[in-house]
């Protein structure tokens, strides 16, 4: 089986990018580029994902003569001409460096949050004979973007729901498994699953995407991630016929005598199966099953959310029972919850959340699942991320480079040498000049085709969990729900 479509590094860039080489002024020799978001949806970002790219396309040698010359022949027929493509520059790479790339780059550790408008990496040439190396490979390390950006969204849910189970429930010992990804088929790829469905797990600890798993073992250090539970999906109770529904419920329930499991519950009539179904014909079997410490998750998957969601649970409620919690809100016995899979998102989440509360319903009561809303939902505009020169260095002399449009100044960009300073609590990004280089928060983590840093997904849920320093997620919904109706 073929690893992937491309494996030669050199061809991981635009193709205008090859003519650059030519264009810097002569006598170049350093070229400093920094990332960050201008801005964007979400107020802060969750930094994740680029120690993967590190790890799978720039640690070790990555450089060959096999692969200059697939580069030459491919870019003489891309482009027409042969004065293009820079064979010479990439030779030097391999012959002076054996084929490893002489760039250093300095970034905020894994799962710090940072506010918009600061920067999060920088990159630099350490070799003069190459300054065109650092933007050469903007392509490739922006594409941090997308773990990013899918790491922020999933947090902000995360903390829509803590906000809720804070207000309406016991003990938060349920959030971290509250948000499920269900996005494995609606994402693009089986490489944006895997790289999407991590992110996620930087905040949660529940998915279907089994792709995360494996890219977490591979590049963060975790051997096991994330988890789910057997579920069944419409095809599994519909080939049993609309009058055997009941069978196929049961038959799931005996299927798997114990633990928890899910069951759809929409494929004819969501309504008279929570009363009939679940209230009364399965009602001993649910009963046996919490006697045994498991639980049976309902699951709706059409209809209104909000209004589906909390009537599922007042049928629930009146055939089960329930029990008023400390914070005053009901809850169905612990052997029994609702998951909400379809229409998941940071938009409408809250939607739900509130009309539960408003209901009387404790948010512990519904675990919730998201697909393509969490993980393909998104672009590199969400957050506006981008990667600008902003310093060179020409005939020995330090010069800041920027951009300044005046057809849109949210484009403009910084200068200078830059860093991430966290000054009463707020990261400000200051010039490195006049500023103490340990006030830093950019820290070295590659260098020279050398990894300098090996975060642990551990590391980096500790750094992404919720803190006292949060935004106030309720005015971010509210703000944002008044941009959109503008």
Known sequence: MEAGIVQ?????????????????????????SYFESRGGKFPYTVFFGLQYILKRWLQGPVITKEMIQEAKELHAQHFGRNDVFNEEGWNYIVERHGGKLPLKVCAVPEGTIVPTKNVLFTVVNTDPMVPWLTSFFETLLVQVWYPMTVATNSRIQKQ??????????????????????????????VESAAIGGAAHLVNFEG????????FLRKYYHCNMAGYSIPASEHSTVTIWGRDRESDAHRNMLEAFPDGIVASVSDSYNIWDTCENIWGEELR???????????????????????????????????????????????????????????????????????????????????????????????????????????????????????????????????????????????????????????????????????????????????????????????????????????
């Not at 829509?160 to 971290?176: F, M, R, V, W």
């Not at 998915?207 to 798993?213: E, I, K, M, P, R």
């Not at 800041?400 to 400000?428: E, F």
């Open 284 to 486: 001993e079997l649910v009963l046996k099953r919490g006697k045994n410490g498991g639980a049976v998750y309902i699951r709706p998957d059409s209809g209104d959310p909000p209004t589906v969601v909390v009537k599922c649970l007042n049928i629930l409620g009146d055939a089960y029972g329930t029990t008023v919690n400390s914070k005053g809100y009901k809850m169905l016995p612990p052997y029994l919850r609702v998951i909400q899979g379809d229409g998941i998102s940071y938009k409408t989440i809250g939607k739900i959340l509130e009309n539960m509360k408003v209901n009387g319903w404790s948010a512990a009561n519904v675990g919730f699942g998201s697909g393509g809303s969490l993980l393909q939902k998104v672009n590199r505009d969400t957050q506006k991320c981008a990667y600008k020169c902003s310093h060179a260095i020409i005939d020995g002399k330090g010069v800041d480079v920027y951009k300044q449009p005046i057809t849109d100044p949210g484009k403009d960009s910084k200068k200078g040498r830059l860093a991430l300073h966290l000054i009463n609590g707020t990261y400000t990004t200051v010039q490195q000049e006049g500023n103490d280089p340990k006030l830093d928060m950019l820290v070295p983590v590659f260098k020279d085709g050398e990894l300098l840093k090996d975060y642990t997904l551990q590391e980096i849920r500790e750094r992404a969990k919720m803190c006292s320093s949060d935004i106030n997620v309720m005015q971010f919904l509210k703000e944002d729900s008044a941009n959109q109706d503008e």
């Open 160 to 189: 829509i729901l803590h906000h809720y189970h804070s207000k309406t429930n016991d003990d938060l010992d349920s959030l971290p498994r509250s948000l499920h990804d269900f996005g494995y088929r609606g994402v693009s790829s």
């Open 8 to 32: 030669n590094v050199i061809l991981l860039v635009d193709s205008y990018k090859n003519s650059h080489h030519r264009q810097y002024p002569t006598g170049t020799s350093y070229i400093y």
């Open 207 to 214: 998915t279907d995407t089994l792709a995360a798993l494996v």
